[in-house]
């Protein structure tokens, strides 16, 4: 079986447990012969198996069996699915990859978002896989000419449609400035030329790419901005929005009343968040802190003051 075929697969059972919470071979056996992929042929107990295995390899989703109750399987670590790890983005990509290949004589009335420039996304996995320096050009924005770089490529991430890599770098002892370890963000479209180097690194085993972003929105982190509480207030229907796609891990919803709900937050307020409750308008307000709330409302005077 071809190899895509085989991720539908994987798919389709992860899926199909899911939804079912708990299901029986015989009852997914059922479901399977309603599909096209199955062509009529039953799911073999050993094929389950083998499927249940890869899909643990490869997605670090577990399929466990409850003997007490019928022998039903289930998810036995569904959380994993609502992380923001590569394996639940590769998942939900996926599906709704079937999804859209299945719907092919409406294929015109699908419209998706076109994904990020990733020229230099395969380069930069292979350094990391191999743990060797990177060489760059890179040309920051009003800049007229482009700087090189050498870095440690400890991780990247996606953020609204761009692709970033986190970039470790040492700074040996002066006469005028210490030794120092320092990271640093850079948008892969500001990439000029990249090259991989022969020269292996280690990365700092106390490194967490998932805690190195945990307090902040975005990809603005450690610029000084400190972690504090914030308090919004969103009015008309953007609270709905909010408890459908929350802004930040840390989002709980402190008060409600006549027309408006309360969100709090602890996280680091850098540039990313401030730009982004910008881009909300009139349906929030910062309630604090203070310092937060004015800053908000200089930028909504800024952007005024362009159509005077």
């Known amino acids: 079986m071809k190899t895509y075929n085989k991720f539908k697969e994987y798919i389709w059972l992860v899926n199909t447990i899911r939804k079912a919470k708990k299901i029986s ?6 479901l399977w012969l309603d599909t096209e992929m199955s062509e009529g042929i039953e799911l073999s107990r050993s094929t389950f198996n083998r499927n249940k295995d890869a899909i ?4 670090g989703i577990f399929i466990d069996c409850d003997r007490n109750n019928g022998y039903k399987y289930y998810i036995g670590n569904e959380s994993v699915l609502h992380e923001d790890t590569i394996q639940n983005w590769l998942l939900s990509t996926l599906t709704v990859s ?3 290949s299945e719907g092919v004589s409406i294929q015109d009335r699908i419209l998706l978002e076109t994904p990020p420039d990733n020229e230099y996304l395969p380069k930069i996995i292979e350094g990391m896989k191999r743990s060797v320096r990177i060489k760059m050009s890179y040309l920051r924005y009003g800049a007229e000419e482009p700087k090189p770089f050498d870095f440690e490529p400890y991780c990247i991430k996606l953020f609204q449609k761009r692709w970033y890599v986190l970039a470790h770098f040492h700074r040996p002892a002066t006469e005028e400035k210490e030794e120092a370890d320092y990271l ?3 948008a892969f479209d500001r990439i000029q030329e990249l090259e991989l180097t022969n020269v292996k690194f280690e990365i700092d085993p106390n490194f967490d790419a998932a805690e190195y972003f945990a307090d902040c929105f975005g990809v603005f982190v450690h610029d000084g901005t400190e972690k504090e509480k914030v308090v919004i207030r969103a009015f008309n229907t953007q609270p709905f929005y909010l408890r459908d796609v929350p802004l930040h891990h840390s989002q709980k919803e402190t008060a409600k009343g006549d027309g408006f709900v309360d969100f709090e937050f602890q996280l680091c307020p850098t540039k990313d968040f401030c730009n ?3 881009s909300l308008g009139n349906t929030i307000k910062v309630l604090s ?6 800053e908000i409302r200089k930028m909504h005077l800024d952007a005024a003051s362009l159509y005077e």
């Not at 643990?56 to 997605?59: G, L």
């Open 184 to 186: 640093g963000m850079f």
């Open 25 to 30: 071979l015989v009852e997914i056996n059922d």
């Open 98 to 100: 079937n999804i859209v």
């Open 56 to 59: 643990e390899d490869i997605f």
């Open 276 to 278: 982004h409750l910008l």
């Open 289 to 294: 802190p203070k310092r937060l709330a004015d």
